[in-house]
C-alpha cells in the first residue's frame, strides 16, 4: 500500500486471463516526475495522478510504474479476481483435479473448450473501429 510503491515489469499470472484488473493510486506526489503507469507491450507511459482509476488484463498486459520523488509517498491499492475462481465454479466447486478424477468426461469436454473460451474473451475488447459506439454505448445511451 506505500509509502512509495513501485511495481516493477510484471504479468499477474493467477488472474483471470480475461478479466479487468483495477489499480488505484493516492498520495502526495508529483504525477508529472513519477507514478506513471508502464504498459510495456502496448509501448504506453501514462501520467497516473493521485486518485486515479485504471482497469487493466494484468495477466496478459505486462505492466508496472515508475517510481516518485524523494520524499514523496504514493499508495496503491489493486483488485483483481483469481482465475483459480473461474475454474473452481466451472469444475462444478471442486478442483481440476478432482474432477479429472471423479468426471474424466466432463474434464475432457471443459479442456476441449479451451480455445472456444480465449476466443470469447477476446470478443469482450472492443476493436479500434468500435471503440466510438462502444463509448457512445456506455456514456451516453440510457
Known sequence: MGPETVSLKHTDSANYFAGGCHIYSGGP????????????????????????NIIIPSSTVPHGNTP????????????????????????????????????????????????????????RFSKINELHADRMKVFVEK
Do not use: M
Open 29 to 52: 506526489y508529483d504525477h508529472k516526475l513519477g507514478g506513471h503507469i508502464i504498459l510495456f507491450s502496448l509501448k504506453r507511459v501514462i501520467e497516473f495522478p493521485p486518485g486515479s
Open 68 to 123: 516518485i520523488q524523494p520524499g514523496e509517498q504514493r499508495v496503491s491499492f489493486t483488485q483483481y479476481c483469481g482465475g483459480g475462481l473461474f475454474r473452481w465454479v466451472q469444475c462444478g466447486f471442486r478442483s481440476l483435479k478432482d474432477l479429472g478424477k471423479n468426471n474424466p468426461k466432463l474434464k475432457a469436454k471443459l479442456d476441449g473448450k479451451a480455445e472456444r473460451r480465449w476466443k470469447d474473451a477476446l470478443g
